[in-house]
Nanobody, 125 residues
Framework: QLQLVESGGGLVQPGGSLRLSCAAS????????IGWFRQAPGKEREGVAC????????YYADSVKARFTISRDNPKSTVYLQMNSLRPDDTARYYC??????????????????WGQGTQVTVSS
C-alpha cells in the first residue's frame, strides 16, 4: 500500500538550514503531487510547499517563499524540502502527503489522501 516516510528533521539554530526527505513506496510515484505540510501545537495545519508529479509545477506558502525549495527525484521516489534561513516560527512537525491533484489545490485545501508520520523541526538558539 501507499507509504510515505519522512526524515531529516532536528534541532537547528535560527538562520540555519535543514533538508527534509520523503521516501515513497507502494504507488506510481510520478502520478501524484506531493506536498509538505506542517503543524505546531495550537496552530492550524499549513500547506508549506507542493509539487506536481512531473516536478514542473510548484506552490509555496507566502511564509516560506524564497527560503524553502521543494524538489523531487522520481527515479528514487523521493521528495525533498530544502529549508534555509530558518526562523523560530518554522518550528513544527512536518508531514509529507500524496494526492492526485495539482500543487496549488493540494496546499490550499490541506486535506490530502495519504500522509506520512512526520518529522519534528525545532528552530531555537
Amino acid at each position: 500500500q501507499l507509504q510515505l516516510v519522512e526524515s531529516g528533521g532536528g534541532l537547528v539554530q535560527p538562520g540555519g538550514s535543514l533538508r527534509l526527505s520523503c521516501a515513497a513506496s507502494g504507488f506510481t510515484f510520478d502520478n501524484y503531487a506531493i506536498g509538505w505540510f506542517r503543524q505546531a501545537p495550537g496552530k492550524e495545519r499549513e500547506g508549506v510547499a507542493c509539487i506536481s508529479g512531473s516536478g514542473q509545477f510548484t506552490y509555496y506558502a507566502d511564509s516560506v517563499k524564497a527560503r524553502f525549495t521543494i524538489s523531487r527525484d522520481n527515479p528514487k521516489s523521493t521528495v525533498y524540502l530544502q529549508m534555509n534561513s530558518l526562523r523560530p516560527d518554522d518550528t513544527a512537525r512536518y508531514y509529507c502527503a500524496a494526492e492526485r491533484t495539482v500543487p496549488r489545490a493540494m496546499c490550499i485545501r490541506k486535506n490530502p489522501q495519504s500522509w506520512g508520520q512526520g518529522t519534528q523541526v525545532t528552530v531555537s538558539s
